[in-house]
């Protein structure tokens, strides 16, 4: 029997899932696909906005993001999977919405000011790219959704959304929207291997659940440690040591996690060790998910994503009209 709250979240297709959406929101969504009702959107029409010039590159992620959901045990029975530019009931929430919002506002917006010094358009931001946290609140007020399973880079976009319900609200003398919040994941921000903030897909620092193994081996090696460890008796550090920051997010073992950091900084623990130990690790995590990836063919995918499309339109075109009753668009 499920709660009648509302969870939605959304992946931009720019590539396929990384080990920080894993921790950071898909074994949250895991959870609440079990008593709520569960939306999780593929957002290509957002991922266009900083990949407009390359079209092939969001609309060739879409299946493969849709792959990754299944292999790590997303339930289309259980979660509505849809694709965000098949409903376009949510451009036209983010147009009313625009109103709502100042540009100044979305100029301080923490998350939209570090995406942007990682983008090419840092001189000049489109609009697209400055207002999708506007359209952003479509998505989230068109589900009437409540809990947001989401890396804490997305807490100022729901702070943002959250305003607009509160403004549409006031202004329209309504209750037709909702405010939202975020639940996070066990590691809110997962580094990058190469010890960037956060592993991004855009990036290029990320371990992807589909990486063979081989793959994962060399990004794990690759990883940076301390410096200054340069003889294994050597005393190391562990804080800024990256493979020690995937340990805390993927070593169930709590004690024994402390006592090998506590061997690390004494000194005698090689990185080589480490490293061995997050490999494997690693590859434990991966393995049932790569072997789930390749049981289903893209057109059964695509089918699950029409399918999916189709309910979530439902439901957003319900809302549509009671926010367009609420602004008194009625002709
Ligand atoms: P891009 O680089 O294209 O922005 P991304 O890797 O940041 O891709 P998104 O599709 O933007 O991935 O994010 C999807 C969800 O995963 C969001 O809820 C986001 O907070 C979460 N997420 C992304 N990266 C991490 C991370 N490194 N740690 C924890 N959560 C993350
Ligand atoms: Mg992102």
Redesign the pocket.
């Known amino acids: 029997m499920k709660s009648g709250q509302v969870a939605l ?4 297709p ?2 396929r899932l ?1 080990l ?2 894993y ?3 898909l074994k949250n969504r895991l959870e609440l696909q079990e008593q709520h009702d569960c939306f999780i959107m593929i ?1 290509d029409t957002q ?1 266009l906005s900083d990949n407009f010039d390359n079209p092939q590159k969001v609309v060739g992620s879409v299946v493969g993001i849709c792959r990754d959901y299944m292999a790590v045990g997303i339930d289309p029975a259980k979660s509505t999977i849809f694709i965000q530019s098949m409903i376009p009931e949510l451009f036209e929430l983010t147009t009313y919405f625009m109103n709502l919002m100042s540009v100044a506002r979305l100029e301080r917006n923490p998350t939209v000011k570090s ?1 942007l010094q990682q983008k090419s358009f840092s001189d000049s931001v489109t609009a697209g790219f400055l207002c999708y946290p506007v359209s952003q609140a479509a998505d989230i007020t068109a589900f009437k959704a409540t809990l947001i ?6 807490l100022p976009l729901i702070e943002i959304a959250n305003e607009i319900v509160r403004r549409f609200n006031r202004i329209y003398g309504s209750n037709v929207l909702v405010e939202s919040q975020a639940i996070l ?1 066990s ?6 291997t190469d010890g960037k903030a ?6 290029g620092n ?1 371990i992807f659940l589909s990486d063979p193994s081989e793959v994962v081996k060399q990004k794990v090696n690759g990883m940076y440690t301390d410096p200054n460890h340069i003889k294994v008796s050597d005393p190391g550090r562990v804080e800024g040591n990256v493979v020690f920051s995937y340990l805390d997010a993927f070593f169930d073992n709590k004690d024994e996690l402390a006592d090998l950091k506590a061997r690390y900084m004494k000194g005698g623990v090689g990185d080589t060790s480490i490293k061995s130990i997050l490999n494997d690790t690693l590859q434990k995590l991966l393995d049932p998910i790569r072997d789930g990836m390749d049981l289903m063919k893209d057109e059964d995918i695509k089918d699950i994503l029409l399918e999916g499309s189709k309910k979530a339109r439902a439901i957003a075109t319900q809302t549509l009209c009671e926010v367009r009753d609420a602004i008194g668009l009625r002709y």
């Open positions: 979240t959304a992946d931009r720019t590539g990384h920080g959406h921790v950071g929101s957002a991922a995406e399973p989401v890396g804490e880079d997305q994941g590691t809110q921000r997962l580094v990058g956060k592993a991004g897909k855009s990036l990320a």
